[in-house]
């Protein structure tokens, strides 16, 4: 007699079964749906239903509750990156440790890991398999090298130009563009893929980052706000110089945004046609508040004292040298024959 050993599972065997069932993590749609039935019988029935609404293309079937769970999952993962960023920056901005780049750059980089953690929770949760990708890395790879080469190029340089802290928010710049146009403005914030400049007349102008590490930029604000400023004023070669300089540091003076320190001085610069060119060098320590205004500021003051002490504004003159010869005689001649003629 033989004796047939039995094959039923021992109540150890089938502990060990269900823990591991248990333990195995749901993903995809399929899992979230076995999940749903276990949970209500009428939410699996509507499960049910929108699972066999189904559309197959060849060996790929495509159901209402796989499209309802991806579009979910993807709404949801957005919503929770974009929730966390601005928890994020708002945490990092109230630490007073961290000056405004600082702050600025731990946002960007806080930013991007979690965007990157979120999709890849949701990658996870639908169940996608990367390596079924495998086949199209190569071209899909490339495509994205070329696609998005300006993109990454401007977000690395966006984040070492707030490393080095050469350019940060607040900052007077004035750029070059290849066409030799230059935009004078303050920097307002500096995103991933431009900066933000903002000129005198509120034009808003998006320049890639990229374009402020090739391109030479001029920084009023890097290591100092103090800004000097030239006013060219001529005078009449008969006016007395010292009184005109006089009146010029005056009018300079009398201008509000003017420091007194470093002071005003003015510079005899060169002998004009008509007149003698002066250079008043003034200082200002807000440069975000433009630099045409204080000129302005500057040359009506200087007018009006001007005229109250008799120094000339000289208008372009002209001097006639006239030589003697036949031809001018015979000139001169027939204008006097018409004149006695009249």
């Not at 563009?177 to 500096?190: C, H, K, P, V």
């Not at 003698?276 to 807000?286: A, P």
């Not at 630099?291 to 001097?319: E, H, T, Y």
Request: hydrophobic share 50%.
């Amino acid at each position: 007699m033989s004796v047939v050993p039995s094959t039923a599972p021992t109540p150890a065997a089938t502990e060990t079964v269900a823990a591991v069932v248990v333990q195995q993590p749901v993903t995809g749609a399929d899992g979230i749906k076995e999940a749903v039935s276990a949970k209500s019988g009428a939410a699996g029935d509507i499960v049910d239903t929108l699972d066999n609404l189904a559309l197959q293309v060849g060996h790929t079937r495509i159901s209402v509750w796989d499209v309802s769970v991806v579009v979910f999952v993807l709404v949801f993962a957005v919503f929770s990156a974009w929730t966390l960023s601005r928890l994020s920056s708002r945490m990092l901005g109230r630490m007073k440790r961290l000056d405004v780049t600082q702050k600025l750059l731990a946002e960007k980089l806080a930013s991007l890991v979690i965007w990157a953690i979120c999709i890849l929770v949701g990658i996870d949760v639908l169940g996608i398999d990367l390596t079924a990708l495998a086949v199209f890395s190569g071209a899909f790879g490339l495509a994205i090298g070329f696609g998005l080469q300006k993109t990454f190029g401007n977000l690395i340089a966006g984040i070492i130009l707030l490393m080095d802290k050469s350019i940060k928010p607040g900052d007077v710049i004035a750029i070059t563009d290849q066409a030799g146009n230059s935009t004078f403005g303050q920097i307002r914030r500096i995103g991933i893929r431009a900066v933000s400049l903002t000129t005198r007349d509120q034009k808003e102008y998006l320049i890639p980052n990229e374009n402020l590490m090739v391109n030479q930029v001029e920084n009023w604000s890097y290591s100092s706000k103090n800004v000097r400023i030239q006013v060219p004023i001529g005078i009449s070669y008969r006016s007395d110089i010292e009184k005109a300089e006089e009146l010029m540091l005056e009018a300079a003076r009398s201008v509000p945004r003017i420091l007194a320190a470093p002071p005003p001085t003015v510079w005899l610069d060169s002998y004009g046609e008509s007149w003698l060119l002066f250079n008043v060098n003034v200082w200002i320590t807000d440069p975000e508040e433009g630099v045409g205004n204080v000129r302005s500021d500057v040359l009506k003051a200087a007018w009006a004292l001007f005229k109250a002490n008799g120094i000339v504004v000289p208008f372009p003159q002209r001097d006639l040298n006239l030589q003697d010869n036949a031809a001018f005689r015979q000139l001169l001649d027939a204008v006097r024959g018409a004149k006695s003629g009249d």
